[in-house]
């Protein structure tokens, strides 16, 4: 019985190599998070004051997301430029109790260090925009 190609394998890989890497077709894919209100109001902070929230964050979850709220106030950018500056403060407020609340199952505080880290993320993000570089 000789072996054959199993359904995962592609035909591609059953026939020969005709020798040479594939041609390149010149698409380019730009891949988009889709981000959910919560996470769209994260403001894009100051490298230091992140950094500052992320440490807050990681002690005392919820509470660098609590000061995070009031940078919206002062001015603070976020991805939901379509929303009141009123909303997306209270949505940093809630989104500051959520891990609060939950840090008692440890859900919080998990939530709370990604929270601070996706800060820190984007932070950087606005520095290297603003001196003018890429990301990668």
């Known amino acids: ?9 592609s035909a591609a890989a059953a026939e020969p190599s005709r020798g040479g890497a594939a041609p390149s077709s010149g698409v ?3 891949v988009r ?12 902070m100051p490298f230091p004051v992140a950094v500052i929230c992320l440490f807050l964050n990681t002690f005392v ?19 939901l430029p379509d929303r009141h ?3 997306v403060f209270w949505l940093n407020i809630a989104a500051a109790l959520i891990q ?4 008692i199952v440890m859900v ?5 260090i990604f929270w601070g880290m996706d800060m820190v993320i984007l932070a950087t993000e606005r520095r290297c925009r603003a001196a003018g570089g890429d990301l990668h």
């Open 1 to 9: 019985m000789d072996p054959s190609p199993k359904d995962g394998e």
């Open 28 to 30: 380019v894919v730009q």
């Open 33 to 44: 998070e889709k981000k959910g209100p919560l996470r769209a109001a994260i403001p894009y």
């Open 61 to 79: 979850p919820g509470l660098g997301t609590f000061v995070s709220a009031f940078t919206v106030l002062c001015g603070a950018r976020t991805d």
């Open 85 to 87: 500056m009123c909303c």
């Open 100 to 103: 609060i609340l939950t840090a």
């Open 108 to 112: 919080g505080w998990i939530m709370s």
